[in-house]
T-cell receptor, first 113, second 113 residues
Framework: DGGITQSPKYLFRKEGQNVTLSCEQNLNHDAMYWYRQDPGQGLRLIYYSQIVNDFQKGDIAEGYSVSREKKESFPLTVTSAQKNPTAFYLC????????????FGQGTRLTVV | AQSVTQPDIHITVSEGASLELRCNYSYGATPYLFWYVQSPGQGLQLLLKYFSGDTLVQGIKGFEAEFKRSQSSFNLRKPSVHWSDAAEYFCAVGAGGYQKVTFGTGTKLQVIP
């Protein structure tokens, strides 16, 4: 069954700690994306990757880092430099970098206390 | 710069009543337009999309949307709402790769018996 899997669904961390969110896809898609969602706001692009071993900053990359060592995996690290890390994080993928259609994972809710 | 406006933050309709969710966009050329639905704590599910051709687009779950270039609008409609339609709805616009898609701030739909 093809799709995008984000884990964990809920994550709690203490302030000052780095935390890594997992995103795995078995759709054989080239491009992957990370979004942040806050109440009353649309999705904001954090990072995206169009191909393995390459990634680009989105609109709100400060305080975040990513890697793309495998085609199917695009983990997001929320670092201690991110001032307001508590949010809902969504991962998505699309078939190719030029393809304007994407599929979304179920999200990870990160709470920093 | 492109933008999307969803003027209604929250809408309440009675079950069985018709629904129209508004979306206005700003884009330099003919855009790709999307409507997504999100249940609480879940990812985004694509309801329908417009790329070109017929300006009336049919989607899943009985939804449709009409692209009106002269009004820069892409309103979502459903003739008879079901209680299970209660969710948040996002309009999005963009082209040339999903990293260029901009999301609206969402409209939360409440359905009352």
């Amino acid at each position: 069954d093809g799709g995008i899997t984000q884990s964990p669904k809920y994550l709690f961390r203490k302030e000052g700690q780095n935390v890594t969110l997992s995103c795995e896809q078995n759709l054989n898609h080239d491009a992957m994306y990370w979004y942040r969602q806050d109440p009353g706001q649309g999705l904001r692009l954090i990072y995206y990757s169009q191909i393995v071993n390459d990634f680009q900053k989105g609109d709100i990359a400060e305080g975040y880092s990513v890697s793309r060592e495998k085609k199917e995996s695009f983990p997001l690290t929320v670092t201690s430099a991110q001032k307001n890390p508590t949010a809902f994080y969504l991962c998505a993928s699309s078939m190719s970098p030029s393809n304007t259609e994407a599929f979304f994972g179920q999200g990870t809710r990160l709470t920093v206390v | 710069a492109q933008s999307v406006t969803q003027p209604d933050i929250h809408i309440t309709v009675s079950e069985g009543a018709s629904l129209e969710l508004r979306c206005n966009y700003s884009y330099g050329a003919t855009p790709y337009l999307f409507w997504y639905v999100q249940s609480p704590g879940q990812g985004l599910q694509l309801l329908l999309k417009y790329f070109s051709g017929d300006t009336l687009v049919q989607g899943i779950k009985g939804f449709e949307a009409e692209f009106k270039r002269s009004q820069s609008s892409f309103n979502l409609r459903k003739p008879s709402v079901h209680w299970s339609d209660a969710a948040e709805y996002f309009c999005a616009v963009g082209a040339g790769g999903y990293q260029k898609v901009t999301f609206g701030t969402g409209t939360k739909l409440q359905v009352i018996p």
